[in-house]
């Protein structure tokens, strides 16, 4: 993208990744040592798209009847098996992905995009609904201060992206914002 203002960007996507054979995914991103090696970029910034296993359902959302339905995992839960499916799955909001950078150079110009660097054998991604966000100079974006994240105890420091969706905290967050014990924080 060339004459781009400078401000903070957001590129947002419905995506994910499913790293391995649909029955071998749960194990690993239990243990957390599942490897989802696509990301969705601006500029130099990347952050990697949902697990196929992040957003699984305790019921299936597409069944066919046939090979295509969603497959159910160890876990009586359910994730997308099909391009058809994952449509399902995205229209419902599910695995919603996103990645911010601040462009400091006014009428600069940076690639947005979504990358995969290694996809071994069954290794499966799917992506739609891209949309890029310009939100100013400020560090923050603008109506982020209208989000109300319910809490069972507001005191609490749970991280939340901005979807209003529980982060797993067991890492280093990535680069973008959060809602965590109830403000708004860029991680940069």
């Not at 957001?10 to 990744?17: D, G, K, S, V």
């Not at 069972?152 to 973008?176: F, I, Q, W």
Request: glycine fraction near 10%; include cysteine; proline fraction near 3%.
């Amino acid at each position: 993208m060339e004459n781009m203002p400078a401000g903070v960007y957001e590129l947002r996507a419905n995506a994910f990744q499913r790293p391995g054979t649909y029955d071998a995914v749960l194990d690993p991103y239990l243990k957390g040592t599942a490897k989802v090696t696509t990301s969705l970029f601006i500029g130099n910034t990347a952050k990697a798209v949902k697990h196929i296993c992040d957003d699984r359902q305790s019921s299936a959302v597409f069944n066919d009847g046939g090979w295509g339905s969603d497959k159910k995992l160890s876990d009586n839960t359910y994730i997308p098996n099909c391009m058809t499916g994952a449509e399902k799955y995205f229209a419902r909001g599910f695995y919603e992905s996103s990645v911010c950078a601040q462009q400091s150079t006014k009428g600069g110009s940076f690639r947005v995009g979504i990358k995969c660097t290694s996809a071994p054998t069954a290794y499966w991604m799917m992506f739609d609904s891209f949309r890029l966000y310009f939100f100013g100079q400020n560090t923050e974006p603008l109506g982020v201060e209208d989000l109300m994240v319910n809490t069972k105890n507001k005191d609490d420091n749970a991280v939340y992206d901005l979807s209003g969706r529980k982060v797993e905290t067991g890492k280093k967050l990535s680069r973008g914002l959060y809602i965590i014990g109830g403000k708004k924080v860029l991680i940069k």
